[in-house]
């Protein structure tokens, strides 16, 4: 059945069309096998968005149940039809103060789609398969807002992408999940809730509200102390998930968490937890990417990390001389999480990297739990010159090109993408004993996970967490400007101070603040 109304989307049929699938199996199949068919002649090259996925809410409300949409595209929307988009990326805007444009959905269809997508509970997955601009920051508003997630295959071509593609839709399909979800964040007297960050939609200052709930999607709190606090008796937080399962049933699930107080500055910074904090900072600067200049969100960022730094200096730490910076132990790694942050492709304004690109990125961190973030801003760097006859994995050395090396072989994970860096003079043993390939000549553009060993395949599924598409990376090849872009301790290829840069122009601030 079709229905070619796409200003005002309707179910044809009066007790909708959503069927059990092992009932269904053989119809639905055949319908799959015939819609290449159907639409082999078609001269139609326009697509539509905003109605396919409100014919999605329909659906569901004819059904009287939550789920999820799992929506395949390929290209902006142009046909005449609601939430029709037009190309409006200009990197002209790129470093000014227009460049936040490019970052705001577009209000209007999109906006509503949202609340109605989240009241009906229905969750989207949205699938894009680009060669060109797509305006993700519009189309990606409403899996943002409803809980699901962005996954992008740019030029896909099914021989090399396929099979990440399709381990991809496995796991999101898999995955347990929540639906219709509402959330409250409680306190005891002192403090409470004052913000939100997540892929999530409020009515109210209070209520959040999820059209699903996964392991994929984590939300940051953050509240404020704004009275006294009771160092006896601590200080309390309740965090209440109402939610419906997939089989139908509404549950409650609590967390009740008890902090310690103090009024002592020192104890504060010890008890400090540096990946929590660049999670919330992390959202806090890519929230402010829509309303503010990236020059200005940067400026803020280091003047935080100066104050805080400033303040254990003055307050807490034992005198010494002006020229040595102070850290406190629990963020050691602090300004170097913060200077990756800054370097990001979606706060540096390069020609280089596309607007969607940055949107993506935007859109995941904003979802990211404490632990994508710490290895999305550092990434792993592990050396693989060993023995490749051993089952222990090497410990990680320290993200910077000074740790390469030509006779080396290294794997780096962010959480994201997954490269393998092979120096040019490689032993041919462990290319051998790792490829079954004679030399590096030999070795294949992308990997084809049978050819190779068990240690290389061990070590690609100690990354079984998340599906990573691994990609070889041979030194002085042309793909090796994309591995170098995450060394996030050097200088950045799209601009971007190294660590050690970065460090002196923090210390210069704090020495500026105590004066």
Known sequence: ????????????????????????????????????DMFADTNESETVFAPIIQAGVEAFKAAECSGKLFIFHSSIPTAEAPGKLKNRDDRKLFNTEKEKTLFQPLKGVYEQLCKDCVAQGCC????????????????????????????KYSNFQAEVDGTH?????????????????????????????????????????????????????????????????????GAFIQCALLYTTVGGQRRLRVHNLSLNCSSQLSELYKSCETDTLINFFAKSAYRAMLNQPLKNIREILVNQTAHMLACYRKNCASPSAASQLILPDAMKVFPVYMNSLMKTPAMVGSPEISTDERVLQRLCVMAMGVEETQVLLYPCLIPLNMD????????????????????????????????????????????????????????????????????????????????????????????????????????GLHGGASYMDFLCYVHREVRQLLT
């Open 1 to 36: 059945m079709v229905v070619s109304d796409v200003a005002e989307m309707f179910v044809p049929l009066q007790d909708g069309f959503l069927v059990n699938y092992q009932e269904s199996r053989a119809v639905i199949h055949n319908l799959l096998d015939q819609i290449p």
């Open 124 to 151: 989207v997955d949205l699938f894009l398969f680009p060669s060109q601009y797509l305006d993700l920051a519009t189309m990606g508003d409403v899996p943002t807002h409803t809980g699901g997630s962005v996954y």
């Open 165 to 233: 593609f399709l381990n991809d839709l496995r796991k999101d399909v898999e995955k347990p999940i929540g639906f219709d979800a509402i959330m409250r964040v409680r306190t005891s007297t002192g403090f409470r809730a004052t913000d939100f960050f997540g892929a999530i939609h409020m009515n109210n200052t209070t209520d959040v509200e999820m059209a699903a709930v996964d392991c994929d999607n984590a939300l940051t709190v953050e509240f404020k102390h704004d009275d006294t606090l009771n160092e006896e008796t």
């Open 388 to 491: 490749v006859s051993s089952s222990v994995l090497p410990g990680a050395v320290r993200c910077s090109e000074e740790r390469l090396s030509d006779n080396g072989m290294f794997l780096l994970e962010n959480g994201r993408l997954l490269f393998l860096w092979l120096g040019q003079a490689c032993p041919s043993e462990l290319i051998q004993s790792l490829f079954n390939v004679p030399s590096f000549a030999h070795l294949p553009e992308e990997l084809v996970r049978s050819h190779s060993s068990g240690l290389l395949f061990n070590l690609i599924w100690n990354y079984s967490f998340i599906v990573l598409q691994l990609l070889i990376v041979k030194q002085k090849d042309r793909p090796e400007i994309l591995f170098r872009q995450h060394l996030v301790e050097d200088k």
